[in-house]
Structures are given as C-alpha cells and as structure tokens.
C-alpha cells in the first residue's frame, strides 16, 4: 500500500489552462503539505493543512487554490497556469516531525 | 529565520570510499533536522531524523549524522560507499511548531565512481 499518492504522476498542459493534482495518504496523520521543487532541484513549502485547516500559506499566487475535503485528503488545483509554474510539487504528510513523501507530479505547463 | 545551507552541490567519490555530505543550519530554537535522499524521478525518502535525544543518528542504508550544537551542524556520512548511493541528499530543518513545516537545503548530489 502506498502512504502517500498523488495523481497524475505526469502533466502536460498549455499557458492558461487550469488542472488539478489530488493526494492522498493512509497515514491517519493530522497535517498534509504541498512542496514545490524547481528545476533546480530546490524544494519550498506550498502550504500546510493540519486536520483540514490551512495552517500555511507561504505567498503562494492566488492561482493556487488547495483543497482538503477530509484529513487524508488535499489537492492543488492551479488556475491560468503559466509558463514557470513548471516544476514537481510533491504532496506529504506528517503526524510530527517525520513528513512522508508522495512520489511527485511533474508539471510542464508548453 | 530558520535556513539550511549544504555545502557542495556535488560530491564524488569513489566505491568504498567515505562519504561525508555537509550541513549546517541555523535556527533560533531546537530544530529537529532531517536527511532525505531523493532518487532521480523518485519522491523524497527519509534516510535519517534528529529530534532532541541522541546527538548521534544512526539512519536507513548505513547512513549516520551527528548533530552537534556548538557547530550547528547536522554532517551525514557512511564509511562506505556502494553505486546504489548514487543520489540527490537533502538537509532540512523544522523548528517544530505546530506546522513542522521543513526547510530544505539546496540539495548535494552524491557521484559514486565504480
């Protein structure tokens, strides 16, 4: 069983469309996480939902919008998308301090 | 602010030879740090955590760190290398408030030579 999945795994799409990345963990943990890394390699916090709240907001655009329907859910969904939104942004979750991984959903926005 | 510097963005060395990836953090609270490896079109794994109890950690595939406070340093090592180690490594520190949000290092990637 996978801890943490997210979908697709891989995402083609051009400026200005709007899609949706879903993760989900069978963890039983409080918080969830959206992470960015960028094409060089350099990973940052998105935002932070702990028990569906959003807890972190590190002044991510507006175009993004994250969602929690239930603790062992939260997507991404990415409005007007541009060019540099190019990335892998990886979902996690952590009870504490230990944040589990998904395998992360490459993004290339043409 | 916490941040995380990982000295080197690429180490190589050769196939039983010492590995020694370099971290140093800064934090203004006691951190809880973390290595993780990240193979190529892989998520990231946890290889090893310190969270306030012993200074020394000893993690997943030989790996160890050594927090030590006076340096503010959280170096990772293994005495031998094998081709399989070939990774991207990564530093992070949390400051353990209600987020335990992580901040990453830049990343080291580790060359093993046959």
């Known amino acids: 069983d996978t801890a943490v999945s997210q979908t697709p795994k891989y995402l083609v799409t051009q400026m200005g469309n709007d899609k949706s990345i879903k993760c989900e963990q069978n963890l039983g943990h409080d918080t969830m996480y959206w992470y960015k890394q960028d094409s060089k390699k350099f990973l940052k916090i998105m935002f932070s939902y702990n028990n569906k709240e959003l807890i972190i907001n590190e002044t991510v655009p507006n175009r993004f919008s994250p969602k929690s329907p239930d603790k062992a859910h939260l997507n991404l969904h990415i409005n007007s998308l541009e060019l540099g939104d190019s990335a892998v942004y990886f979902c996690?979750?952590?009870?504490?301090?230990?944040?589990?991984f998904g395998q992360g959903t490459r993004l290339t926005v043409v | 602010a916490q941040s995380v510097t990982q000295l080197g963005s690429h180490v190589s060395v050769s196939e039983g030879a010492l590995v020694l990836l370099r971290c140093n953090y800064s934090?203004?609270?006691?951190?809880?740090l973390f290595w993780y490896v990240q193979y190529p079109n892989q998520g990231l794994q946890l290889l090893l955590k310190?969270?306030?109890?012993?200074?020394l950690v000893k993690g997943i595939n030989g790996f160890e760190a050594e927090f030590k406070k006076s340096e503010t340093s959280f170096h990772l090592t293994k005495p031998s290398a094998h081709m399989s180690d070939a990774a991207e490594y990564f530093c992070?520190?949390?400051?353990?408030?209600?987020?335990?949000?992580?901040?990453f290092g830049s990343g080291t990637r580790l060359l093993v030579r046959p």
């Open positions: 996690a979750s952590s009870l504490k301090a230990e944040a589990f």
């Open positions: 310190y969270t306030s109890a012993a200074t």
């Open positions: 992070a520190v949390s400051d353990g408030d209600s987020s335990y949000k992580l901040i």
């Open positions: 934090s203004s609270v006691p951190p809880y």
